[in-house]
């Protein structure tokens, strides 16, 4: 299949490894290659949350109210009805491909999955010969997820005009739905708006496309007072580039907080140069009962999951009434219906505006 896209401003994994918030807005939305926005600002490919501005990010959220019924029970709505969407999961996921799978559903999609461990993939297939065979086959939407940072970007610079990309995590680039289903999640259960939070994020940053996308979305939407602390070692550098203040001291850092975000600690850093004992991490950071007790009282427990019980939070916390960390994988399908059915418009406004 021929392939006549400029790929010479394609983002290279070490690019967006380098958390450089200039060089990645700006080719994610105004690349030769091919960029996330159609002209009218509408969503062409979802490959990031950097980049939309705070009009576009409400859109998404309030899309996905709409998803919600009186009751707040999440609703049907064909809104994909005779489209295909197939779900490229090349990494391991249980939330993220679930949900995307059952709010296609919702949404009335033709539904693919892609079992990757069975794939030619496994035999060496390359990506790019893996897309353009997929593609071959007739789809709407890939929703891709793939340890290379850069992945999906390079995919919405390959596929044919008539297909869109959406990112469900690339290395540790990006999480654009589970920033966005976190954004929902405080939006909905937080007391007070964006522009008054303090969020505390707490973790593993360096290797996290999840707190990439939360601390790129928090600041779009308002947030002035975001904290982080993790050991130095998991702290990529630069991270003060993004407006974000380094705490060393966790008390200090949870302090008066309304929002306290865990991360994954990937455990094959535990015991490695990056990182001392499990044991020692919980004494220094663990999100633990006295922890939360100093925060706002209202505050909320948020962790995007899998969570290490015992290592990053305690159970007690985790399963508290604080936790908002189920609700944080309902409002996902919510979020992901929304984003699918938004870039499904934007993908019938590019066709219409081709002829
Ligand atoms: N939060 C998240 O991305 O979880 P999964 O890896 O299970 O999809």
Same mark, same amino acid.
């Given at each position: 299949?021929?392939?006549?896209? !400029?790929?010479?401003?394609n983002v290279s994994p070490s690019?967006y490894a380098?958390?450089?918030?200039?060089?990645?807005?700006?080719?994610?939305?105004?690349?030769?290659?091919? *960029?996330?926005?159609?002209?009218?600002?509408?969503?062409?490919h979802f490959l990031g %949350? +950097?980049?939309?501005?705070?009009?576009?990010?409400?859109?998404?959220?309030?899309?996905?109210?709409?998803?919600? !019924?009186?009751? /707040?029970?999440?609703?049907? =709505? *064909? +809104?994909?009805?005779?489209?295909? #969407?197939m779900n490229l999961f090349f990494e391991p996921s249980?939330?993220t491909r679930?949900?995307f799978?059952?709010?296609?559903? =919702?949404?009335?999609?033709?539904?693919?999955n892609l079992?990757i461990a069975?794939s030619?993939a496994k035999?060496?297939e390359s990506l790019r010969d893996t897309l353009?065979?997929l593609?071959?086959?007739?789809?709407?939407?890939f929703v891709v997820r793939h340890s290379a940072s850069g992945a999906a970007h390079f995919m919405a610079t390959e596929v044919?005009?008539?297909?869109?990309i959406i990112n469900g995590g690339d290395g540790w680039h990006a999480h654009p739905t589970q920033?966005?289903?976190?954004?929902?999640?405080?939006?909905?259960?937080?007391?007070?708006?964006?522009?008054?939070?303090?969020?505390?994020?707490? @973790?593993? #940053?360096?290797h996290?496309r999840?707190?990439?996308s939360?601390?790129?979305?928090?600041?779009?939407?308002?947030?002035?007072?975001?904290?982080?602390?993790?050991?130095?070692?998991?702290?990529?550098?630069?991270? +003060?580039?993004?407006?974000?203040? %380094? &705490?060393?001291?966790?008390?200090?850092?949870?302090?008066?907080?309304?929002?306290?975000? /865990?991360?994954?600690?990937?455990?094959?850093?535990?015991?490695?140069?990056?990182?001392?004992?499990?044991?020692?991490?919980?004494?220094? &950071?663990?999100?633990? *009962?006295?922890?939360?007790?100093?925060?706002?009282?209202?505050?909320?427990?948020?962790? *995007?999951?899998?969570?290490?019980? @015992?290592?990053?939070?305690?159970?007690? #916390?985790?399963?508290?009434?604080?936790?908002?960390?189920?609700?944080?994988?309902?409002? /996902?399908?919510?979020? =992901?219906?929304?984003?699918?059915?938004?870039?499904?418009?934007?993908?019938?406004?590019?066709?219409?505006?081709?002829?």
């Open positions: 299949m021929p392939n006549t896209h !400029d790929t010479k401003n690019e380098k958390f450089d918030p200039s060089t990645i807005h700006q080719r994610l939305n105004t690349s030769l290659s091919r *960029p996330q926005l159609n002209s009218d600002g509408s969503i062409r %949350v +950097e980049g939309l501005n705070k009009a576009q990010l409400q859109a998404i959220i309030a899309k996905a109210e709409t998803f919600f !019924d009186e009751n /707040g029970q999440l609703i049907n =709505r *064909p +809104e994909l009805e005779g489209c295909t #969407v249980t939330r679930t949900t799978e059952v709010a296609e559903k =919702r949404l009335g999609a033709n539904v693919l079992d069975s030619s035999k060496g353009w065979n593609q071959a086959m007739t789809a709407d939407i044919t005009p008539d297909i869109a920033g966005m289903l976190d954004m929902l999640t405080i939006h909905r259960e937080a007391p007070r708006p964006f522009e008054e939070l303090s969020v505390a994020i707490i @973790g593993d #940053v360096k996290s999840v707190a990439r939360d601390i790129s979305a928090l600041q779009t939407l308002g947030v002035k007072d975001i904290r982080v602390i993790a050991p130095r070692t998991l702290l990529p550098k630069g991270i +003060e580039r993004f407006g974000v203040q %380094v &705490y060393e001291d966790m008390n200090s850092c949870v302090r008066d907080c309304d929002v306290i975000m /865990g991360l994954r600690i990937q455990n094959e850093r535990i015991g490695s140069p990056l990182l001392a004992s499990s044991s020692e991490y919980y004494k220094q &950071y663990g999100i633990t *009962p006295e922890r939360v007790a100093l925060a706002k009282p209202d505050a909320l427990i948020m962790h *995007p999951g899998p969570m290490n019980r @015992g290592v990053e939070i305690a159970s007690s #916390v985790a399963d508290g009434p604080q936790s908002v960390i189920l609700k944080q994988v309902s409002n /996902g399908v919510a979020i =992901r219906m929304a984003v699918l059915a938004l870039t499904m418009e934007g993908q019938r406004a590019h066709q219409a505006n081709r002829g």
